[in-house]
């Protein structure tokens, strides 16, 4: 079986399996029966249970998980088989953008809204192009432009798929790098919503074309009052369109450029995206006061899931 997402344990507990199935290796050709008998609330309690028991650190299943899965199975009557896990569907965005058609989610409704300068943001073919930010300091916004996501798009789509996993694709473009100025950042400062105080004490994530320290591309993430980081080998240059991909799973971040790995590493030990505070999620605006980022924005994908390797490599043709 491929890795399973936590709403097929779900479908299997409501209505059963039969059949072959290999796991982790072992072959096993037996039965569970359906337990529709069950309550939400039972099977939740159950599955959580033996998510994080025995070592394992799965997170929690919700009622409501539950009981979106119960109504969308309300007419299957035959039990699962393997097969109908063994090839999972592509993975599917939870929130997906195109920015040179607008700023509506065209998959979930959380549209973008752009913030800063009262001008209307130009789209182009390209995308919504901000340069001709000035590298306005984040505290004192008044001509530069940035993206600004709802709340908690990105904890809510951690909890959709394999909880506590995540990707953020964009492709976008540099005009002109500044130090430590973000592509993008989720989570919230110090002083909390609309507010950019500094994080120190605070959880986020961003993408960093050009940090000031080697003046390389930096992804990093911050919890506990810890921030874990690395970097790649180059800035992200200036004038040219660049696929980016940052994945996330319950212990590590991996960062992809251009299809090919730039690098892995652990996440804060308390940094948990499936409830951490997420309520300053921007493209182009720093939790610091640092310069607000200067180039295009060509599109946007949030994905429930951590894509792998050949799955980044295929989207960044």
Request: glycine residues 8%; charged residues 25%; proline residues 5%.
């Amino acid at each position: 079986m491929a890795q399973p997402r936590h709403t097929d344990a779900i479908r299997i507990v409501l209505k059963g399996m039969t059949g072959p199935v290999k796991v982790r290796g072992k072959d096993f050709n037996g039965g569970m029966p359906a337990q529709e008998n069950l309550t939400d609330q039972q099977i939740t309690d159950v599955l959580n249970y033996s998510r994080n028991s025995w070592d394992n650190k799965l997170g929690d299943i919700t009622v409501a998980e539950v009981a979106r899965v119960r109504a969308e199975l309300k007419d299957r009557k035959l039990p699962f088989t393997a097969k109908d896990f063994a090839k999972p569907t592509p993975p599917k965005p939870a929130h997906s953008y195109n920015f040179s058609e607008g700023l509506q989610d065209t998959i979930g409704h959380a549209h973008a809204t752009v913030s800063g300068s009262k001008q209307p943001a130009k789209s182009t073919a390209d995308g919504l192009d901000f340069s001709a930010n000035k590298g306005e300091r984040c505290t004192s916004i008044k001509n530069d432009r940035y993206i600004d996501l709802p709340n908690n798009i990105i904890s809510n789509a951690a909890k959709e798929g394999i909880i506590g996993e995540l990707s953020i694709e964009t492709r976008l473009q540099v005009s002109e790098n500044r130090p430590w100025a973000w592509a993008w950042g989720f989570g919230s400062s110090d002083r909390g919503e609309n507010k950019s105080s500094g994080g120190a004490k605070s959880d986020y994530i961003a993408l960093i074309p050009m940090n000031a320290q080697n003046k390389k591309l930096r992804l990093c993430a911050r919890s506990g009052g810890k921030e874990y980081y690395f970097d790649a080998k180059t800035i992200l240059e200036p004038g040219k369109t660049h696929h980016v991909v940052a994945t996330f799973t319950r212990n590590n971040m991996a960062l992809y450029l251009n299809g090919k790995l730039v690098g892995k590493h652990p996440l804060p030990e308390k940094l948990d995206l499936t409830r951490f505070k997420n309520i300053n999620n921007w493209l182009g605006r720093s939790m610091f006061n640092d310069p607000v980022f200067d180039g295009i924005y060509q599109n946007l994908n949030i994905y429930p899931v951590a894509l792998n390797a050949e799955t980044i490599k295929e989207r960044a043709k």
